[in-house]
Each structure stands twice: as C-alpha cells, then as structure tokens.
C-alpha cells in the first residue's frame, strides 16, 4: 500500500510570497496528481505527472521518479489561492487514488 | 460541455438508514471513481467503475456498494448507516487513467 506524505500541514503566506509544497509516497507509481479543494468542498485537478516538470499559470509541478518526492509550488501568490492542495498517487492502468492529507494554504493581503 | 453532477447534494439520515447517492459523469466519460472524504481519515477511494464493471474497490465494509449503469451513470449505496459514515462522498469520472473530473460532492450527516 502506498504512503503518501505531504509537508507542511498547513502554510500561511503574505501575498506576493513564492509557495512551495511537498509531497512523498512510498511505492513507485504510475502518475502523481496535484488537486485544490475550496471552502464548500470542489476538487480541481491542477496536474497529473509521471516524470519531469508542468507549469500552468503561476503554478508548477515538479516530480522525481527516482526520489518519490514531488513539489508544487506558487508563484507570486494571492488570496485567491488560499485553499488545501491534496496530493495523490495512481498505481499503472488504475483509476484508484491514494491521496495525502492535504495542505491547507492561507494567503494573506 | 456539462460537469459531473451528484445528487443529492446534501442529506441527513439517522442510524440504521440506508442511503443511496447518484453520480452522472461527463459526457463520454466510462469511468466513476468514487471517494470519502472526512476530517479525520482524508480521501479514501471506495470503488472504480468502467464499462458497468466494478474494476478497485477500496478498504471498506461490505455495506458500502456501488453500480454503473450503461450510461456511465453511477450510484452507491450504503446500508445500514453508522455516526462514521457522516462524510462528503465525492465522485469523479475520467476517459483515462489521466485527469479525473470531481462532482461537487454530496455531504451526508448521519444522527
């Protein structure tokens, strides 16, 4: 079964600030997701990586196959970023998620 | 195009109680995974469907059950609802093994 661990549990920045969140897991995988949770409850898929880099926005993804560690990060961040950022893995051919416990970032004015 | 739907979005039961949840996919979209999140255990994957066929099923008791329809639509059910079971229950449906689409979730409260 895999372990996935995410750092740091909860981050407040000031906004402007760069962010940046990790993740680890355990047991080799197939693909690593980044999602955001809002207040009320939605998940958006951010990214799904299976090796290198993906940036979109202000946002970028990173993942080390050989390391088992990934990071998000944020750059110039802002309010409207504040949100919990959930890791999770999928093993080959599955649908099946393991996910972390969740950043819960807090951006402020 | 739509987003995936569920519903209800909010239900109340009390102990005992059975419950029963929808989820309808994208349009196109073969694949439902469903999800429990609650405070204390995070995410948890309970069930995968493709094609009408339950592919994974996660870590829980036999009272949760779940079944597609050959529209893709999706429900579970829960028997014999416990105070533990009071969670939001998310679907996502997918083409791939690639992004996964979430429904905004229907959040059950058992008392």
């Known amino acids: 079964k895999n372990e996935v661990e995410q750092s740091p549990q909860n981050l407040t920045a000031q906004e402007g600030e760069f962010i940046t969140i990790n993740c680890s897991y355990s047991?080799?995988?197939?693909?690593l997701h980044w999602l955001q949770q809002h207040p009320g409850g939605g998940i958006v898929s951010l990214f799904m990586?299976?090796?290198g880099k993906k940036k979109h926005g202000r946002l970028i993804a990173t993942i080390n196959i050989q390391e088992k560690h990934s990071s998000l990060h944020i750059t110039a961040s802002h309010p409207r970023d504040s949100a919990v950022y959930i890791c999770?893995?999928?093993?080959?051919?599955?649908?099946?998620?393991?996910f972390g416990k969740g950043t819960k970032l807090s951006v402020i004015p | 195009k739509a987003g995936v739907t569920q519903t209800p979005r909010y239900l109340i039961k009390t102990r005992g109680q059975q419950v029963t949840l929808s989820c309808s996919p994208i349009?196109?979209?073969?694949?439902v995974s469903w999800y429990q999140q609650t405070p204390g255990q995070g995410l948890q994957f309970l069930f995968e469907?493709?094609?009408?066929?339950?592919?994974n099923k996660g870590n829980f008791p036999g009272r949760f059950s779940g079944r597609q329809f050959s529209n893709s639509r999706s429900e579970m059910n829960v028997s014999t609802l416990e105070l533990g079971d009071s969670a939001l229950y998310l679907c996502?449906?997918?083409?791939?093994?690639?992004?996964?689409?979430f429904g905004p979730g229907t959040r059950l409260t058992v008392l």
């Open positions: 996502a449906s997918s083409i791939t093994t690639d992004t996964q689409y």
């Open positions: 047991v080799g995988i197939s693909a």
């Open positions: 990586l299976s090796s």
């Open positions: 999770a893995v999928s093993g080959a051919g599955s649908y099946q998620l393991t």
């Open positions: 349009s196109g979209h073969r694949s």
């Open positions: 469907y493709f094609s009408e066929t339950q592919r």
